[in-house]
């Protein structure tokens, strides 16, 4: 298991990023609230990381917090929920947002997101709302309060091309994806702008 990582970023384009740990590359997959918080390319960077192995594919994911693994965790655990779909929840949404959603049986929100069908959401609904009870305690989260803004990092050479690119591998189909950023894109944002007010305009 690869709990933690901490070395030097070396490539990042959202939701992936390489990092350099002593001559070794790890790739590794972010939810958009983590990624949005990254340094700029050259810089250390620390992460938890949830290792999922596969008979295809062994994946990376990673994380600013603990409290955000342990949600990734949580997420996983529910029958018809795996990483990548774990994945568009936690870019769609912060954790607060989520966990309110679920102990407020908001359905209509979850759906939103991308592969979320009704069914879905309305297991995820029943399946999380006991696990999650003291979660918002124990993880510092206030579901009545809406997190501050991250920092956004100067990037992208062709920021709508990065920003649909990056909605695509979250999941969201190509239409809306395209939709959505070229509703909210303007000249002078940079990919992650777009990709967070696209995500906003779709949840």
Same mark, same amino acid.
């Given at each position: 298991?690869?709990?933690?990582?901490?070395?030097?970023?070396?490539?990042?384009?959202?939701?992936?990023?390489?990092v350099?740990?002593?001559?070794?590359g790890?790739e590794?997959q972010?939810?958009?609230?983590?990624f949005?918080e990254?340094?700029?390319?050259g810089?250390?960077?620390a992460l938890w990381?949830?290792?999922?192995?596969?008979?295809?594919?062994?994946l990376?994911?990673?994380?600013?917090t603990?409290?955000?693994?342990a #949600?990734?965790?949580q997420l996983?655990k /529910? @029958?018809?929920?795996?990483?990548?779909?774990?994945? %568009?929840?936690?870019?769609?949404? +912060?954790a607060?947002q989520f966990?309110?959603?679920?102990?407020?049986?908001?359905?209509?929100?979850?759906?939103?997101?991308?592969?979320?069908?009704?069914k879905t959401?309305?297991?995820l609904?029943?399946e999380?709302?006991?696990?999650?009870k003291d979660?918002?305690?124990?993880?510092?989260?206030?579901?009545?309060?809406?997190?501050?803004?991250?920092?956004?990092?100067?990037?992208?050479?062709n920021?709508?091309?990065?920003?649909?690119?990056?909605l #695509?591998?979250l999941?969201?189909?190509? /239409? @809306?994806?395209?939709?959505?950023?070229?509703?909210? %894109?303007?000249?002078d944002?940079? +990919?992650?702008?777009?990709?967070?007010?696209?995500?906003?305009?779709?949840?």
């Amino acid at each position: 298991m690869i709990g933690r990582i901490e070395g030097v970023i070396v490539y990042k384009q959202a939701p992936d990023l390489l990092v350099d740990v002593q001559g070794v590359g790890y790739e590794i997959q972010l939810p958009m609230s983590c990624f949005f918080e990254l340094p700029a390319v050259g810089q250390t960077v620390a992460l938890w990381t949830h290792f999922v192995v596969r008979e295809d594919a062994q994946l990376l994911f990673g994380f600013n917090t603990l409290n955000e693994r342990a #949600l990734f965790r949580q997420l996983i655990k /529910a @029958q018809g929920v795996g990483p990548k779909m774990a994945l %568009a929840i936690m870019s769609g949404m +912060s954790a607060g947002q989520f966990v309110a959603s679920v102990q407020q049986g908001d359905v209509s929100t979850l759906v939103k997101i991308p592969g979320v069908g009704k069914k879905t959401a309305e297991r995820l609904v029943i399946e999380m709302r006991d696990r999650l009870k003291d979660f918002g305690a124990n993880a510092g989260f206030d579901p009545s309060s809406s997190d501050p803004e991250p920092a956004l990092m100067v990037s992208v050479e062709n920021p709508l091309d990065d920003a649909l690119s990056a909605l #695509l591998a979250l999941g969201y189909k190509p /239409a @809306q994806a395209e939709k959505a950023v070229k509703q909210v %894109a303007k000249a002078d944002m940079d +990919s992650e702008a777009i990709i967070r007010q696209a995500l906003k305009s779709m949840v």
